[in-house]
């Protein structure tokens, strides 16, 4: 599986300024870091005032959601209030003891195996609507 490489969007040379990150932070929030930003185990940047976070490791990604979820699970209402109409009221919403009970029934949907046959028909689907 070491020589699996996911589908991603495009990764710019350098930064993007803040109007291009806009431009791209329409159509999805992966596709405003350059390419450097992917070779860091971990990151920080400031977008629009905002302090954003990003792991780029399976350890260091186990450490946030599994080992140490109970520092970075709370969010403020604001974020409950805008996350939720997108979101419903899952994992990425839940907290506490639901958190704990929602991520234990949801574990095995994210083991190598299932990602890799995820990601198949995922980019099947992108090249059928492609070729449309």
Same mark, same amino acid.
């Given at each position: 599986?070491?020589? #699996? ?47 954003? #976070? ?79």
């Amino acid at each position: 599986m070491s020589d #699996f490489i996911p589908p991603y969007p495009k990764r710019h040379k350098k930064a993007l300024n803040p109007l291009q990150i806009l431009y791209y932070a329409r159509k999805d929030l992966l596709s405003i870091w350059p390419e450097t930003a992917f070779r860091h185990e971990f990151m920080h940047a400031k977008i629009l005032r905002q302090h954003v #976070f990003i792991a780029n490791t399976p350890s260091i990604i186990r450490h946030i959601f599994v080992t140490r979820h109970q520092n970075y699970e709370r969010k403020s209402m604001q974020m409950k209030r805008a996350l939720e109409p997108l979101l419903g009221d899952g994992l990425f919403i839940s907290e506490g003891s639901v958190w704990k009970e929602r991520r234990g029934m949801q574990t095995h949907l994210f083991d190598q195996a299932h990602i890799r046959r995820y990601s198949i028909s995922m980019v099947a689907t992108i090249n059928e609507m492609a070729e449309r």
